[in-house]
């Protein structure tokens, strides 16, 4: 974004820190970040179909982590991986099992923490009177990171289940074997557990009850992380970018479709 105004906030800052961060964690070379990206745009899709592109992407991919294993400059988590290798306990696993949790890791990270910040900066120029707030006193940013995160949907469509067995969902009597879209995030705008529940509040005192990182067995492992990210990014972009806005009208972002984020394809900004 040195260029200037205006910039592409999704292509140009948060999809390279997020990539930047998942490399460094994994203790792979940053300068690799753009081929494992390039990946994401179909491995994500949703498609009732078969997608060749993603057979592709993902033996590419699996190829390249397999071969971090064996590379002696690799580190972090990666490292940590391939001396699974020389336990005897873990000799059932493969280096295409190994390397997956590294191709996953990347693939799911990158696009969760980009895509929530990205739709954490669309809310935070659509809410001036937030975005003032945290301006004022910074130390606001984790309470808002949270609020972000309940009133975020990141899930571009409803997860598709299948009912094994008659059931009752509220007031909604689901039978055997069919269908039933599930927005859990929806979840977290329920009016008996939010009070007002579209407006966004620092002070509730159930901030963290969302259900933006799932729950249960399903809970996301890497919810610090995540949201530690957000907050240095916010952090940042707020201290050297206060007067940061839409460069176009928010009608005229355009929703990527298809896919398992919402998502804007661009986020045109300037400041």
């Not at 057979?55 to 971090?68: F, G, K, Q, S």
């Not at 873990?90 to 949790?101: G, K, P, Q, S």
């Not at 990270?109 to 945290?134: N, R, Y």
Request: charged share 25%; proline share 7%.
């Amino acid at each position: 974004m040195a260029e200037g105004a205006p910039a592409d906030l999704r292509g140009q800052f948060a999809d390279p820190y997020s990539a930047a961060m998942h490399c460094h964690i994994l203790g792979i070379p940053k300068a690799d970040a753009p081929r494992l990206m390039r990946s994401l745009d179909i491995a994500f899709m949703n498609s009732a179909c078969p997608v060749t592109g993603a057979r592709l992407n993902w033996d590419r991919d699996i190829a390249y982590m397999t071969e971090r294993l064996d590379d002696p400059l690799t580190t972090g988590l990666m490292a940590e991986i391939a001396d699974l290798r020389k336990d005897p306990d873990y000799a059932h696993l493969t280096d295409e099992m190994l390397a997956t949790v590294g191709v996953t890791m990347f693939g799911a990270g990158v696009i969760s923490t980009s895509g929530f910040l990205t739709m954490a900066m669309v809310s935070l120029i659509q809410h001036p009177e937030l975005k003032a707030e945290l301006l004022a006193d910074p130390t606001r940013i984790p309470a808002a990171v949270d609020e972000l995160l309940r009133i975020n949907l990141s899930i571009g469509d409803g997860l598709p289940r299948l009912a094994l067995e008659d059931v009752t969902l509220g007031d909604v009597e689901v039978k055997k074997g069919e269908l039933v879209l599930v927005l859990v995030e929806g979840a977290n705008f329920d009016p008996e557990v939010f009070a007002d529940p579209h407006r966004v509040d620092l002070d509730r005192e159930n901030s963290t009850a969302h259900l933006s990182f799932g729950g249960g067995q399903h809970y996301c492992p890497a919810t610090a992380l995540g949201k530690k990210h957000a907050e240095i990014a916010l952090e940042v972009l707020l201290d050297r970018m206060p007067g940061l806005q839409l460069a176009v009208p928010v009608e005229q972002l355009v929703w990527r479709t298809g896919f398992m984020k919402r998502i804007p394809e661009r986020l045109p900004v300037m400041w």
